[in-house]
């Protein structure tokens, strides 16, 4: 029986959240765009530069916000990776765009860039980049493509808050940006997202459409005098209440992160000079990218391997887990795919495991989480 329970997991306070949503609540406003809601679009703009910032509901709602600011319509095609979450790609599916996966590079589950130039047609409206585990995937090679063919470029950057590429923070390269606030991310909020704007011409349309298709916005600024239906729309808003928990977190996003990097560099130290031995992958950060921390993941060398290795933390008490499974190969999708294989992304979708790694997670519990992988690999002959 293990003694330890080490979750996957786990939501925590920083120190202001519950202070806030009292002061939410007490002050009188509570729905969205209330006085919480403008200081983390504050945050978000002067922090990282981006020309506007949202809070949204969730990441999917950012995604799907895109979908309809980019005019994503029926015979439309969007080029999403298939190692990525639903959402990326879903989001446009509501709008009849017909999806082209593309697979992940080699070393890396971010898109391989080089593929994405033969998969472009005069259909298609727009690409989806995601940053997983934060990492920067090669925007100068995407954006030179985007550009070359007149193709917007939206970047699910769910998992990449406080992350950059040469410099510039993830989220504010594309034309659109989306990040998420769930539970399981860096900084949270339950449940919450954030759509960034980089490019002027989307903001009023972002405005009209996040507050169900009215110039709810302009009105409040004065700017009209009534305000009416406008637009195609939908809620896409918090309450105040979501945005107080979440600002209390953005305040102190950097003792966040300092200690969310504390954790990885621990993993990364006592595993360093043993797993790459066995043939077992550890995750690979470009020269261009940054780290922040978001996730710690190994890649074993087939499924069964990654099966053993979840089984035997499980049995200690620790709770890794695996990732996604291809979309391509999804139920949904299985009949509706082109046909082309997508190696590398069903190798990450067999091979990939996450270990734990959250604010509370312990120095002690790290070791105690490494040892146990270092002695089943030592004890399986992982790569002999
Ligand atoms: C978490 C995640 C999402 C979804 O975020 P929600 O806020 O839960 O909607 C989308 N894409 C990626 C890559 C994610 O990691």
New binding site residues.
């Given amino acids: 029986m293990a003694t330890k329970l080490i979750p996957f997991n786990k939501p925590y306070l920083h120190g202001r959240e519950l202070a806030y949503i009292a002061q939410a609540a007490l002050a009188g406003k509570v729905a969205g765009d209330g006085l919480f809601s403008k200081k983390c679009h504050s945050f978000f703009e002067r922090h990282f530069g981006f020309k506007r910032a949202l809070l949204t509901t969730?990441?999917?709602?950012a995604?799907e916000m895109s979908a309809l600011l980019l005019n994503i319509r029926e015979g439309d095609e969007v080029i999403v990776p298939s190692f990525?979450?639903v959402?990326?790609a879903n989001a446009f599916v509501l709008r009849g765009a017909k999806l082209v996966f593309a697979d992940s590079a080699i070393d890396n589950p971010n898109i391989d860039f080089q593929l994405i130039e033969s998969l472009i047609t005069p259909r298609t409206k727009a690409i989806v980049v995601?940053h997983?585990a934060g990492v920067a995937c090669d925007m100068d090679g995407i954006m030179d493509v985007a550009s070359r063919h007149n193709i917007a470029v939206v970047e699910?950057a769910?998992?990449a808050i406080d992350s950059y590429y040469k410099g510039r923070p993830l989220g504010g390269i594309g034309v659109l940006g989306?990040f998420?606030?769930?539970e399981?991310?860096n900084i949270i909020a339950g449940?919450?997202?954030l759509l960034s704007i980089n490019d002027e011409r989307y903001i009023a349309r972002a405005e009209i459409i996040r507050e169900k298709g009215t110039n709810r916005s302009a009105f409040f600024r004065g700017e009209v005098d009534k305000y009416g239906w406008v637009e195609v729309g939908s809620s896409f808003l918090p309450s105040d209440i979501v945005a107080a928990y979440l600002f209390a977190q953005l305040e102190n996003l950097d003792a966040i992160q300092v200690r969310r990097k504390t954790i990885w560099s621990r993993y990364w130290k006592n595993l360093k000079d043993v797993l790459p031995e066995m043939g077992i992958g550890m995750p690979n950060i470009p020269e261009w990218a940054t780290n922040n921390a978001h996730m710690f993941y190994l890649v074993c060398n087939d499924l069964r391997q990654r099966t053993d290795l979840i089984a035997t933390l499980k049995s200690a008490g620790v709770m890794a887990v695996f990732h996604y499974l291809s979309l391509h190969n999804s139920p949904y999708f299985k009949e509706r795919h082109d046909g082309r294989p997508l190696p590398n992304s069903d190798r990450f979708s067999d091979c990939l495991v996450r270990l734990p790694l959250y604010f509370d997670l312990s120095d002690d519990d790290v070791d105690y989480i490494c040892q146990i992988i270092i002695d089943h690999c030592k004890n399986k002959k992982c790569g002999a």
């Fill in positions: 969730s990441c999917t709602d995604l990525t979450f959402s990326s995601v997983y699910d769910a998992q989306a998420s606030f769930h399981t991310k449940e919450g997202g």
